[in-house]
């Protein structure tokens, strides 16, 4: 299953790099799976906002899936 | 940039792949809402507002403690408008390292406030830490995104944190468009970041003696970020993001509470002088995150991070969450495993030795710009439960997670340092419970 | 729903042993026999999954069916012209209903239910006006309401009828209940459509298909190891008028039977849904049924 999978994934990239964007993708009636809650890119602003908080006030780091800086005096 | 791509409507050719997929996604739907309720649904329903709260514990050993509760409302109107609050409390106490080395003998401090009884002594062989460290902060923040067209569409936000010696206002926009089928969205983002600094005692002129205690009264410092992501709908269960982003910062970057220790030849300690850095600071990052759903159970979300900036810092960030649903889709666990590291900035230096003269000009000993890497091991359980009202549910959570540093760079130390530690590293546990509803 | 005018549907269950080692659970639902078969020897087991089965039969009929007044169906109905928001079940339904619109370029329509107020199948000669077809023809078509789910417009006039696809979604239900419960070989069968998870022991499911207006009794006889079988066809609905014969499917563009559409098409899918749909467009396809099923590349039956 998870060879499976692997190679799933390189034909899919290799079909990214071969055709650019407009070849990717799914149909409307294909997003099931897309449009799980945990699918969803920021599923859970909460514990993502905590965490990033956290990492913020004690690493150089910030941002990066969103803008830096966390308007906090912690570093 | 957080943005879902929505469905438009199909044009008719070969059926057959059509025909299965669209049974599919029916049956999928039909699983998900395994009790469907007969009723009809509230028509009110949409104009409720959901809310996610969350109440964190944060616990570094021997040092701070910090309670968050966090609350984030969010709503979406009929025309496809959305509104979101969030409001974060902080209140932390306990110690704080102040930036001096670990020394052999006994070390006293001035408070930053200047007041005698806040001053604190030292032991031997310990890490010198303000014991008197305690701070509340309160931030709320909005955003408001407004569709224009059936692919375009707008986000304003802005966050604004009060704490007694420090004052934010961050303001954001960006916009996004969506094409091929709203499979692949490209969005673009600036930020604006305004900080305000009233360090209890004053902001400390960088680099200069701690015992002449040079400061000033507030500082500021500003700064701008631009965010460009594409989000692409690779296949049915793989979803892609990756942003590159650019931030720079200006103005007072010092930690106004940090110092370093100077020490002659032999290992003792001469005195301090407050950390300098450079007035500015220019960010770089790349992020890629993919999130793949392996099965009706398990799926995946794994993000990796590059940065880089003007000061030498570089890092690299793995983080990976694990969700596995159990059986009756009411329940999930989510393990998450993040691996950190950084190199040290330029300047960083744990301690001044008082021959040399640093030849930046520059000079900090604060931990969190030195070399280290961190792991993070996590775990959150989360149970569905029915709604109040007219929602269809709720989420129970409880999460944790345990967080250590361990420094991986050291600087040639006088033999007289030998044997104490200078780089502690930290370990921390954070304990969470969540409610959405 | 197929179903009759009663707003109680008929719950009674009952047990039946078919073989050594396979019990069938009978029920009525959407008026049409069904059942729920076995292999199993314990007539307490089987009644238990068989409920299970009935009652998801039942919940769909009640919740969907166009005769009931307390269905979702007729709620949208007594709330045309307003803007609603169904639940996600409907939703999902209405999504499903709107892909197969688009996708069969408009011969798939869950608003063609009006063109029964002018078309009464009942063997008779009564041919309607075309003045009364052209009246009704506004009145369908899903591209005329508003639907961005969950939240539904239906205009003054118009009605929506899952009965095209009602049925088979309650045995892919039913199945997906009994699936998380059992391995053991079962079939679930909602009058003709049906779906099984595997063979029984002693070799695979037969399926009889009812051969439409020749004799009742002679079946077509299917093999079946697992998957789904839907039929569609015309058999017992038609006008007969200057010996033409007008069967029950309607081209819901132009509100008229289709021509030539086979008497039953039965279509052997994944899913009861996915089989039906094939079934239902193979007839709309009319004299291009078969052309349409080997472009589909799947395994049919088909008789005229």
Known sequence: MKSKHLSFLFLVCSAAIASGCTSLGVKPWQRDVLAREEMQLGADPVDA???????????????GRSFAGGGCGCN | MQLKPKAPRPT??????????????????????????????????????????????????????????????????????????????????GSSPNGALTSHTAQTFASPSGKAKHAYTTAPGQLPVDPNYQDTRIAVGGNWTLPFTRVDQLSVGAKVSDEHDFFSVTVNASIA????????????????????????????????????????????????????????????????????????????????????????????????????RPDQRTR?????????????????????????????????????????????????????????????????????????????????????????HALTYGLKYAQKLPGLGSRAESEFSVRAEYYQQTFNERIATPAALQGLDLYPGLKAILVQVGWRF | MAGKA??????????????????????????????????????????????????????????????????????????????????????????????CFDLSDGLFDITSGVLRYAWKFDGSDRIPEAAAIRHLLPLVGFE????????????????????????????????????????APFLVNFGGDLRANRSPSHGPWQVGIERPDTDRTAKMILDLEHGALATSGDSRRYLLK???????????????????????????????????????????HGARAREYLEEQGVRYWLLQ
């Not at chain 3, 508003?146 to 979604?169: H, N, T, V």
């Not at chain 3, 021509?259 to 039906?276: F, L, N, Y």
């Open chain 3, 6 to 99: 009663s707003n109680a549907p008929d719950e009674a269950l009952r047990v039946e042993v078919r073989g050594e080692n396979l019990l069938a659970v009978c029920f009525t639902a959407m008026a049409s026999p069904c059942e729920t078969l076995l292999s199993s020897t314990v007539d307490a087991a089987a009644l238990e999954l068989g409920t299970l089965v009935a009652q998801e039969a039942w919940r769909v009929e009640k919740k969907f069916s166009r005769y009931r007044n307390d269905s979702v169906t007729a709620w949208i109905h007594e709330n045309r012209g307003t803007r609603i928001e169904v639940d996600e079940e409907t939703a999902s339904l209405i999504d499903f209903a709107s892909q």
């Open chain 3, 242 to 284: 200057d010996g033409v014969r007008y069967g029950h499917i309607l081209d819901p563009r132009t509100g008229w039977p289709v021509w030539h559409a086979p008497r039953s098409v039965t279509v052997a899918a994944s899913s009861c849904t996915e089989a039906g749909l094939l079934s239902t467009l193979a007839l709309l």
């Open chain 2, 284 to 372: 770089k990052s790349a992020y890629w995150e993919n999130r793949v759903g392996w099965n009706q159970q398990l799926s995946t979300a794994l993000s990796l991070r590059y940065m880089t900036d003007d000061w030498g810092v570089r890092s690299d960030t793995a983080q990976l969450h694990l969700r596995w649903t159990l059986s009756n889709r009411d329940r999930y666990i989510e393990p998450t495993l993040r691996w950190y590291r950084q190199t040290a900035a330029d300047f960083y230096t744990p301690f001044i030795l008082s021959a040399t003269v640093p030849t930046t000009g520059f000079e900090s000993s604060d931990s969190r710009l030195g070399a280290f």
């Open chain 3, 144 to 183: 005329k309401l508003e639907w961005q789910s969950p939240r539904l417009l239906l205009p003054a006039g118009m009605e929506l009828d899952f009965g095209g696809i009602g049925k088979e979604y309650a045995v892919d239900r039913a199945y997906d209940l009994l699936a998380a419960r059992r391995s």
């Open chain 2, 12 to 93: 008719p050719a070969n059926a057959r792949r059509r025909l299965i997929a669209a049974s599919c996604a029916l049956l999928g739907a039909a699983a998900r809402s395994q009790q469907a309720n007969v009723a009809p649904a509230d028509s009110g329903l949409l104009e409720d507002w959901s809310v996610d709260s969350a109440l964190a514990y944060y616990h570094e050993d021997g040092r701070i403690l910090a309670i968050e509760p966090v609350v984030n409302l969010a709503k979406v109107f009929a025309d496809g408008q959305s509104l979101n609050f969030n409001g974060t409390f902080d209140s932390l106490s």
């Open chain 2, 177 to 276: 468009h969506d094409f091929n089928e709203k499979n692949t969205t490209l969005s673009f983002g600036i930020s604006n970041e305004f900080d305000s600094l009233s360090p209890i005692g004053g902001a400390p002129v960088p680099g200069s003696d701690y015992a002449l205690s040079q400061k000033n009264a507030g500082k500021t410092k500003d700064g701008v970020g631009a965010l460009i992501g594409v989000t692409q709908v690779m296949t049915r269960n793989w979803l892609t993001e990756f942003n590159v982003s650019v931030d720079r910062f200006k103005g007072y970057l010092n930690d106004p509470y940090k110092i370093t220790s100077i020490i002659d030849s032999a290992g003792n300690t001469t005195g301090y002088e407050f950390e300098s």
């Open chain 1, 49 to 63: 906002a905590i965490d990033d908080h956290m990492y913020f006030s004690k690493e150089a780091s910030s941002g």
